[in-house]
DNA sequence: TATGAATGAGGGTTCATTCAT
DNA sequence: TATGAATGAACCCTCATTCAT
């Protein structure tokens, strides 16, 4: 071994070593904030719960409020993939079938970050101004999707005439309410989730009337 | 006049001015938080908006929450009133109208009460656990009235087999956030409110099938 | 008395309290700001020693650098009184006579805010931006009194050829070095203030040459 | 080769870099402290510009304070070895024109290094009380060769009677304030300063009168 | 009742220094 | 020797609440 590669060892373990550490209190964080939420989270809270100085806390994260960005980038990245890419073109599946898929992977997701999704839902709003325009554009860009699909279904025959921006706002909001529902319980079952998926479906697709 | 009647002169003058300095105090805080947010709203903003004196303030509320809990109070009875006390008698009315007026007369009282129901909505959640516990109370009491009155309707036939619970939600879900998305644009007008309310009822009734 | 003297009285004796106070916090962080400099002084040291709580200092002055810039204006508008306002016209008393009176002056109001004037000369230099534009002003204010003084009395042939410029600089040295010595010793009697009077004026006059 | 040597050899190469280093590092700091002052001069502003990690800075000095003093200490050894060494004695040059010398030198001495200098003019003064006594020493031991030199030319009849002490303070303030306000504006250049060196000897010797 | 000056418990952030590798 | 991640003591400032007048 030449000293370059021990050198390179050294290195790469250490940046290793600083990756999972920012990873450490990046969770630690997401589990603090959804115990306590945003406001009455402190610091200390935080380095206390990841066992770290004050001063490293800094060392990975500029601000409180910067890693509470970057929990809640982090989660709408990860929501945004489970609805981008759907097909819509003629040799696509059918809508009913893609929203059903859609839902499911949704609630997977949130179900996946129980605790970054409650803050999200349960802080994000109205804690600042930038917080406001990523959700304003992660849901604009869910809403432009849903009346996108519906749209194409209109087109196809396979969706009525209906106000698809109204609707597609109620779609959402229905999803989005059933979501806060369960996550405000305990963790979901896959029974339940399936049978709260089909539920959903079968109520947007035909309404309540017999 | 003996002294006494002037006494309870003074005393009823200086009671209704209590009172409307209370009244006062608090659709001024209702103005601020709504503007600021409550985080962002501090006691000095209020006391300068209503153009008292800090001591006064304490006078008349006990805290920075207890004038937030006193609104929030106002506004769940002020909506509870729109949708709690519908028949579901066998001489009511069928849940179709049912629903169409609560959902028109939800949409009033919210319109009428948009600065409160815009920081209820954003920042009531999360707040402590008494808001949520008066929230969750809420929006508990709002599922029951659906729900059952999704029951009643299977019961006569005019609406067909469903999770009633997972439908309450929906329900909910999609009108909570159609209400969300219009407060935070402007003002809507009664024929946006009159067209959004019977395309959600048409969308809720029937659903998105031809 | 009517209701509204007994308030006014109240108010007036309120303000009198609070502008009282104000002076009272500056002249203690006058106090503590020469004897432990700026960069070590603490706010801390400062509501200790003036027996307040750390949210008073806040009402009465913005910041740390805030008192510390009030202290200075104050110490430069003093000073600059003691300079400005000497007559240059053809009627003035000669430039010899002026020099001196202004020379004795600045010794008095330096010897009456020693502390404050130590300050200024110690910590004021390079400390932001803003104190050193004060200073940058205050200075070349005098510089230009001191020249133009010299250029009337070259006009009126009382003060021989010379560099103007670099002979109001050294003027102004001469003084302040003076000055600063002074300061960090004791307080200087009146007999050694006028002692140091005349010889600074005897060296400025005539120079070291026999 | 023998063994012994190849190691003297390693050894000599290493000690010469670690004196390269050290130097390097120093004069990094004189920039850097120059810039920005003292307090505002981070230890990561100085290894940043150095090109060296952390904890090496602390390998070579002591602390903050520590560099600060090394180039203190330098400056005022540099600057005192164009002051001292003049000779007094019968055989010795008349004083006026050991002064001019005197202060030709210091010019050059100042304009070598403006960094520290304008440091040691700016941050130094109540930075610590070490600091404050080298200063004073510095001062002092300048004030003595002064007022020595002027005794020394009252003896020979070259300098009229004066206050040699008080005179000597003036000499050393015109001179240290001329070189503060150039430090302040760009380069002086050679034409300058002999101007400048000459105007202040010329004040300096004959006065302002006539 | 009304006032507004006073309070003081924190909170977030900085940065000189240390130390394991 | 060189590194740079880790440390934690300090510091300035905020602001909800109190209380003497």
Same mark, same amino acid.
């Given at each position: 071994?030449?000293?370059?590669?021990?050198?390179?060892?050294?290195?790469?373990?250490?940046?290793?070593?600083?990756?999972?550490?920012?990873?450490?209190?990046?969770?630690? $964080?997401?589990?603090v904030f959804a115990a306590?939420?945003?406001?009455?989270?402190?610091?200390? *809270?935080?380095?206390?719960? %990841?066992?770290?100085?004050?001063?490293?806390?800094?060392?990975?994260? =500029?601000?409180? +409020?910067?890693?509470?960005? =970057?929990?809640?980038?982090?989660?709408?990245?990860?929501?945004?993939?489970?609805?981008?890419?759907?097909?819509?073109?003629? %040799?696509?599946?059918?809508?009913?079938?893609?929203?059903?898929?859609?839902?499911?992977?949704?609630?997977? %997701?949130?179900? *996946?970050?129980? %605790?970054?999704?409650?803050?999200?839902?349960?802080?994000?709003?109205?804690?600042? $101004?930038?917080?406001?325009?990523?959700?304003? =554009?992660?849901?604009?860009?869910?809403?432009?999707?849903?009346?996108?699909?519906?749209? +194409?279904?209109?087109?196809?025959?396979?969706?009525? *005439?209906?106000?698809?921006?109204?609707?597609?706002?109620?779609?959402?909001?229905?999803?989005?309410?059933?979501?806060?529902? +369960?996550?405000?319980?305990?963790?979901?079952?896959?029974?339940? $989730?399936?049978?709260?998926?089909?539920?959903?479906? *079968?109520? +947007?697709?035909?309404?309540?009337?017999?």
């Open positions: 071994m030449t000293q370059e590669l021990t050198i390179d060892g050294r290195t790469r373990r250490a940046k290793a070593q600083r990756i999972s550490r920012r990873a450490h209190i990046l969770s630690t $964080a997401e589990r306590k939420g945003y406001h009455q989270t402190r610091i200390s *809270d935080i380095i206390r719960a %990841a066992g770290i100085a004050r001063g490293t806390f800094y060392i990975y994260f =500029e601000s409180k +409020n910067g890693i509470f960005h =970057e929990l809640l980038d982090q989660l709408l990245v990860e929501l945004r993939a489970t609805v981008v890419g759907v097909e819509t073109g003629p %040799a696509a599946p059918p809508v009913a079938e893609q929203l059903l898929e859609t839902v499911t992977r949704i609630v997977r %997701a949130v179900e *996946d970050h129980r %605790a970054l999704t409650r803050i999200i839902l349960r802080e994000a709003v109205g804690l600042d $101004a930038e917080v406001d325009r990523k959700l304003r =554009e992660f849901y604009g860009s869910l809403q432009l999707f849903v009346s996108g699909s519906l749209e +194409n279904g209109k087109r196809l025959g396979i969706v009525r *005439d209906l106000d698809t921006d109204v609707v597609a706002s109620c779609i959402l909001g229905s999803v989005k309410y059933l979501l806060e529902q +369960n996550l405000m319980l305990g963790p979901t079952s896959d029974t339940d $989730a399936e049978r709260i998926g089909r539920a959903v479906l *079968d109520y +947007n697709l035909r309404g309540v009337l017999p």
